[in-house]
């Protein structure tokens, strides 16, 4: 999990794919933060990337750097503590301007059941499970 978060916060932005329906979403993001053991991203309730999770838990997340990529597959799981979401915020200052580990926006996530897959055109895959 340190490997994977490592990796996304190098990349800079990741991308992170939900479904609506029966078509996929895909939108740029840049958090990463493990707090007590778990990697958590980072979004607001009124954004539709939120609605999405909630409605379909289960999403990807793709980053490349240095021809190397990223792919996380799991479950995300919504975790409304504070101490969840200050966490968050301490990790990333900049957001603290758009949001608030008290206000009724701010919404972290952790990654259940991923498996991440370290992957380039030069090597093996490596699977990591977390």
């Given at each position: 999990?340190?490997?994977?978060?490592?990796f996304l916060k190098d990349a800079g932005t990741y991308y992170l794919a939900t479904v609506e329906g029966d078509q996929p979403r895909v939108r740029p993001?840049?958090?990463?933060?493990?707090f007590?053991?778990?990697?958590?991203?980072?979004?607001?309730?009124?954004k539709d990337v939120s609605k999405q999770i909630h409605t379909n838990p289960k999403v990807e997340i793709c980053a490349f750097k240095d021809g190397q990529w990223l792919r996380i597959a799991g479950e995300l799981v919504e975790d409304d503590r504070r101490e969840a979401k200050q966490s968050?915020?301490?990790?990333?200052?900049?957001l603290q301007g758009m949001y608030s580990a008290d206000d009724d926006n701010t919404e972290v996530?952790?990654?259940?059941?991923?498996?991440?897959?370290?992957?380039?055109?030069?090597?093996?895959?490596?699977?990591?499970?977390?």
């Open positions: 999990m340190q490997r994977a978060e490592k993001f840049g958090t990463a933060n493990i007590e053991g778990k990697l958590y991203i980072q979004t607001g309730k009124k968050m915020l301490d990790a990333y200052p900049s996530f952790y990654l259940k059941d991923a498996t991440a897959t370290f992957s380039s055109f030069t090597s093996e895959p490596e699977v990591e499970k977390f």
